[in-house]
């Protein structure tokens, strides 16, 4: 079992940034892939980014591409989406997800409770 929680979510304005960071703890963190889903109101979940259990291998949604960016401390068993130029439709509730295999992009098998991200324009 993986438990994973979100931090970092809030309020900005459009043109702003936001860093969420997800700590894992259970099964040992190196071993799978993580990443971040998002929801917005009235859509369906979607793949924001992730990142292989060495960092050598990171996936970016195209809406998401030179703005925002994925990393992962082994050692402390963190993932962080550093999140720049954010606009009014990256507005969502995100999740920090994990793969039960080394995989990019993910398919999450462990879901964090999500983190509430508002850009007002």
């Known amino acids: 079992q993986v438990q994973l929680a979100e931090s970092g979510g809030g309020l900005v304005q459009a043109g702003g940034s936001l860093r969420l960071s997800c700590a894992a703890s259970g099964r040992t963190f190196s071993s799978y892939a993580m990443g971040w889903f998002r929801q917005a109101p009235g859509k369906e979940r979607e793949s924001v980014a992730a990142i292989s259990w060495s960092g050598g291998s990171t996936y970016y949604a195209d809406s998401v591409k030179g703005r925002f960016f994925i990393s992962r401390d082994n050692a402390k068993n963190t993932v962080n989406l550093q999140m720049n130029s954010l606009k009014p439709e990256d507005t969502a509730v995100y999740y920090c997800?994990?793969?039960?295999?080394?995989?990019?992009?993910?398919?999450?098998?462990?879901w964090g409770q999500g983190t509430q991200v508002t850009v007002s324009s």
């Open positions: 997800v994990a793969d039960s295999l080394n995989r990019v992009p993910v398919t999450p098998r462990y």
